[in-house]
């Protein structure tokens, strides 16, 4: 069954951070490009960055690089998300998705990936 599966979001002050986990079946999982997005309310889904997992290379939206960080765990096919001082604009429901696989290049947009998580909430307060 092919799954992801988010956690790791909650409830923090702004400066704070957290990491943002995304579990993986594995035949989803290997030598795939897996990303995480965010989406508020009336508002369109926004990637902010990506991994080969079967490399290690990253990408990230311009509008985040330098406080968020993703990483991969390869013996837990899990992908993370870790968020450095957190501020309200930050605050959307967090999804992960996976592509078909086929390239180690992989951009943070939304149409090139097939495979979505539930979400998991990340809400940032002053």
């Known amino acids: 069954q092919v799954q992801l599966v988010e956690s790791g979001g909650g409830s923090v002050q702004a400066g704070g951070s957290l990491r943002l986990s995304c579990a993986a079946s594995s035949s989803l999982y290997n030598r795939r490009c897996m990303a995480w997005f965010r989406q508020v309310p009336g508002k369109e889904r926004e990637g902010v960055a990506a991994?080969?997992?079967?490399?290690?290379?990253?990408y990230y939206a311009d509008s985040v690089e330098g406080r968020f960080t993703i990483s991969q765990d390869n013996t837990k096919s899990t992908v993370y998300l870790l968020i450095y001082n957190l501020e309200p604009e930050d605050t959307a429901m967090y999804y992960c998705?996976?592509?078909?696989?086929?390239?180690?290049?992989?951009?943070?947009?939304?149409?090139?990936?097939?495979?979505w998580g539930q979400g998991t909430q990340v809400t940032v307060s002053i």
């Open positions: 998705a996976a592509d078909d696989g086929g390239s180690w290049y992989c951009p943070v947009i939304s149409d090139d990936y097939n495979y």
């Open positions: 991994i080969y997992t079967g490399g290690g290379n990253t």
